[in-house]
């Protein structure tokens, strides 16, 4: 056992007692049916000083990224954030820090209309965990659904948040960019929408090369992409340089875009969905039968990156 994916697999493997799961392991959300009517996500998130936010983030920007982050998990399923649930383990108590973070996720809970309804205080190295129960109101997405044919989408721009992760703090591209890491807009009314007539969907936090492999390993399918394709900020060429580009753009996680399947004959629909909520949806690939493969410049390409995996390192 050498990496998160080899974790996950083993965790697959321990029998499962109800029913009622109808996904459990392996997708952004564990799909559980409650009644005939409706099936409910369940998702869960861990924040950590080091991975995930540093110690120049304002206690409002760790109360934003990690909902925001459980919030993006429910948008891939194109479904309704309802009930959070917080693990919240801190060093100290301080009445300050934790009415600025709770300002930070008040925002996103009003936004979205979802509830604290319990969790759990500790005390030691700051921790912060948000466990995100979601409705279907369409059809629930997942990563198994693509087909060979459908184009791949993405919403907004890609690789930002790694940017800003490998610029120096002191540099105006770390400026530019470090809204994008530390104050990621979850994209659910987006996936409300494509839960209508996406084929599969997952968000991107672990890097586009690794998440849109996930994709076509759960629907046994390959794909196609075109690098030139994948839409990044306009200052993107002016920041970025050119040998890291790549890392950004296919290796780099911490966007919380979705990446999605969809028949051709969606198109206008898409286009419809981008124009109404003033959001970038660019296609970038199509589904294949078999292989991952990519084109640079028109011609084959062959990443170095692999995505982020939590017991490899960034």
């Known amino acids: 056992m050498k990496s998160e994916l080899d974790f996950v697999n083993y965790l697959k493997n321990i029998k499962t007692f109800n029913k ?7 997708d952004d959300c564990a799909i559980i049916k409650f009644s005939s009517r409706k099936k409910y996500v369940i998702t869960s998130d861990t924040s950590l000083l080091g991975p995930h936010f540093s110690k120049d983030y304002t206690p409002e ?12 998990d429910i948008a891939s399923m194109g479904c309704v954030p309802l009930y959070a649930l917080y693990d919240i383990t801190i ?4 009445e300050s820090w934790i009415k600025r973070f709770f300002d930070g996720t008040r925002k996103l809970l009003n936004q979205h209309k979802v509830s604290i309804i319990g ?7 700051m921790s912060i965990s948000i466990t995100l129960i979601g409705v279907q109101k369409n059809k629930i997405l997942t990563r198994s659904g693509a087909k060979t044919g459908h184009d791949i989408y993405v919403t907004g721009n890609i690789g930002s948040a790694r940017a800003a992760l490998i610029l120096d703090k002191k540099t105006k591209g770390y400026k530019y960019f470090r809204k994008s890491l530390v104050m990621p807009a979850p994209r659910v009314a987006v996936g409300l929408e494509l839960s ?12 586009l090369a690794k998440d849109l492999k996930s994709i076509a390993i759960s629907s046994k399918k390959g794909f196609q992409v075109d690098v030139d394709s994948i839409p990044t900020d306009p200052k993107f060429d002016i920041y970025v340089e050119g040998n890291l580009k790549e890392q950004c753009i296919l290796g780099g996680g911490e966007d919380y875009e979705l990446c999605f399947t969809a028949n051709k004959k969606y198109y206008r629909k898409i286009n419809n969905i981008s124009n109404k909520y ?15 493969r990519y084109s640079l410049n028109n011609k084959q390409y062959n990443p170095k990156v692999t995505g982020y995996d939590h017991f490899k390192g960034k």
């Open 91 to 94: 060093p100290r108590i301080s």
């Open 20 to 26: 009622n799961i109808i996904e459990g392991i392996g």
């Open 278 to 292: 003033n959001i970038k949806i660019t296609r970038i690939g199509a589904i294949k039968s078999t292989g991952y």
């Open 119 to 125: 969790g759990d205080t500790t005390k030691g190295p």
């Open 196 to 207: 209508e007539f996406a084929s599969s969907c997952i968000d991107i936090s672990d890097g």
């Open 61 to 72: 920007e760790i109360g934003h990224k990690s909902l925001a982050t459980n919030l993006s």
